[in-house]
């Protein structure tokens, strides 16, 4: 599954019963589909996941347009044609992580089936057309970027690690300086080696990176959220409220949401790919209980 949750171990049942039908959905006209509502269908999804609540899972997420994670709830659920519908439709819409796809233990139980092998070829041919039109130096910067922040922050030796990000953003500007960037996930690339920069002014352009790859390519959910971070953490860095709820900050040892501008609504969220404020105060309440 792509969602970041913890590893689970699935048994096969040994049941011969059919497994119980999915919960009816009435179909929602797209045009009355607002952003928050499909965000709350997701998150309902995901803790439907949680739960090993497969049909609902799955009819949730794919309510919700998250057609990956739904196949994903189908398969577990040993509804396989639910489940290639939904990989079909995440395919259409740009999914290409072949490695992902052929090792995801979610997916398990479509191997033996004859449309898997197919569908493998589809994504890695896709994959290999992506990385044909990226640039591969700002795709390593980013990886290397992300590589450096890997495991538990308390872990992370920055004084090593500061001086490399340094490096990174003058190789990015040299690269951006020369034309380098042509689709979105090279600002995307781009913008994430800046929104980990120390300054307003280096913030403010991993949004302005980030916002170019929205423009590009206006699916890509990644770029949206980080413009929408960096945008709340240049603002929190001139101590105003943020916008989007993305921000959070440690006061007399509890970490808080960093104060949100109240005129922005779930919705406005949504469409830059932001969960609601709601889980912004749950995941501090979380942090703030984990040591």
């Known amino acids: 599954m792509r969602a970041v949750l913890l590893s689970l171990l699935v048994a096969c049942s040994s049941k011969s019963s059919a497994p119980p039908p999915p919960p009816t959905v009435e179909p929602v006209p797209a045009a009355v589909v607002t952003a928050a509502e499909r965000a709350r269908?997701?998150?309902?999804?995901?803790?439907?996941?949680?739960a090993k609540q497969w049909p609902s899972?799955?009819?949730?997420?794919?309510?919700?347009?998250?057609?990956?994670?739904a196949a994903c709830c189908h398969a577990l659920g040993t509804q396989p044609d639910r489940a290639f519908a939904s990989l079909g439709r995440a395919v259409d819409e740009g999914f290409r992580d072949g490695a992902h796809l052929a090792n995801d233990p979610d997916l398990a139980s479509l191997h033996a089936d004859p449309r898997w092998q197919p569908m493998v070829d589809v994504v890695s041919a896709?994959?290999?057309?992506?990385?044909?039109?990226?640039?591969?130096e700002l795709?390593?910067?980013?990886?290397?970027?992300?590589?450096?922040?890997?495991?538990?922050?308390?872990?992370?030796d920055w004084k090593a690690v500061g001086p490399r990000d340094v490096e990174r953003r003058q190789r990015v500007d040299a690269i951006l300086a020369a034309g380098g960037a042509k689709v979105a996930d090279d600002y995307y690339h781009a913008a994430m080696v800046y929104q980990h920069g120390s300054?307003?002014?280096?913030?403010?352009?991993?949004?302005?990176?980030?916002?170019?790859?929205?423009a590009l390519d206006g699916t890509h959910d990644a770029a949206k959220w980080l413009a929408a971070a960096a945008e709340d953490r240049a603002l929190m860095y001139q101590q105003k409220p943020q916008k989007y709820g993305t921000q959070f900050q440690k006061q007399q040892g509890t970490w808080?949401?960093?104060?949100?501008?109240p005129a922005i609504t779930d919705e406005q969220r949504a469409a830059?790919?932001?969960?609601p404020l709601?889980?912004?105060?749950?995941?501090?309440?979380?942090?703030?209980?984990?040591?």
């Not at 899972?57 to 994670?69: K, P, R, V």
């Not at 896709?126 to 591969?136: D, L, M, V, Y």
């Not at 795709?139 to 992370?156: F, M, S, V």
């Open 41 to 50: 269908w997701k998150t309902d999804g995901l803790a439907a996941y949680d």
């Open 139 to 156: 795709a390593d910067l980013y990886t290397a970027d992300q590589a450096d922040r890997a495991g538990a922050i308390g872990a992370i």
């Open 126 to 136: 896709r994959a290999a057309e992506h990385r044909a039109a990226i640039n591969r």
């Open 272 to 275: 830059w790919n932001v969960p």
């Open 199 to 214: 300054d307003l002014a280096e913030i403010q352009r991993a949004h302005e990176l980030a916002a170019r790859a929205v």
């Open 57 to 69: 899972c799955g009819a949730l997420l794919d309510q919700a347009g998250d057609w990956y994670n």
């Open 278 to 291: 709601a889980e912004a105060h749950a995941r501090a309440a979380q942090m703030n209980a984990t040591p």
């Open 256 to 261: 808080v949401v960093w104060q949100v501008d």
